[in-house]
């Protein structure tokens, strides 16, 4: 990277799509990932490997996590998850976030492990799947 250049993003001028989510920066350090969803959808409960900071940038959205808390939050907040921390995100009206995980990708992400590591990932999780169907 030339260092005489300064990376920049102008979010709220980013024509994002629903469910179409926006890399604007991936190295080892962090993933910036930029999003939009409309009013009355959302990510459901989920967890990602990595730290997770969520900024909402326009519009009001709800975030809970398993443990029973919850915040409304409106353009300006910050909300940080630990690793694994599952949470979820319910757009109240059109809303447009900034997410930022750390480290990029984090322990245990599929783009973090070695060949041999995806091998058993594979077939862990149809192990888990098959239990799962009972």
């Known amino acids: 990277m030339r260092e005489d250049l300064i990376n920049s993003w102008n979010i709220n001028d980013?024509?994002?799509?629903?469910?179409?989510?926006?890399?604007?920066?991936?190295?080892?350090?962090a993933r910036a990932i930029a999003l939009a969803i409309p009013a009355g959808e959302g990510l459901q409960d989920h967890q990602v490997h990595e730290r997770a900071w969520v900024t909402i940038?326009?519009?009001?959205?709800?975030?809970?996590?398993?443990?029973?808390?919850?915040?409304?939050?409106?353009?300006g907040v910050l909300v940080e998850f630990d690793p694994g921390e599952r949470h979820a995100v319910r757009a109240l009206s059109d809303?447009?976030?900034?997410?930022?995980?750390?480290?990029?990708?984090?322990?245990?992400?599929?783009?973090?492990?070695?060949?041999?590591?995806?091998?058993h990932a594979v077939a862990?999780?149809?192990?888990?799947?098959?239990?799962?169907?009972?």
């Open 14 to 29: 980013l024509k994002l799509k629903p469910h179409a989510p926006e890399i604007l920066s991936s190295t080892p350090d």
């Open 57 to 75: 940038l326009s519009g009001e959205a709800e975030i809970t996590t398993t443990a029973g808390e919850r915040i409304v939050g409106t353009p």
């Open 95 to 119: 809303v447009r976030l900034l997410l930022l995980l750390t480290p990029w990708p984090g322990a245990g992400h599929p783009g973090a492990m070695s060949l041999e590591d995806k091998k």
């Open 124 to 134: 862990d999780a149809a192990e888990h799947a098959s239990k799962l169907r009972g």
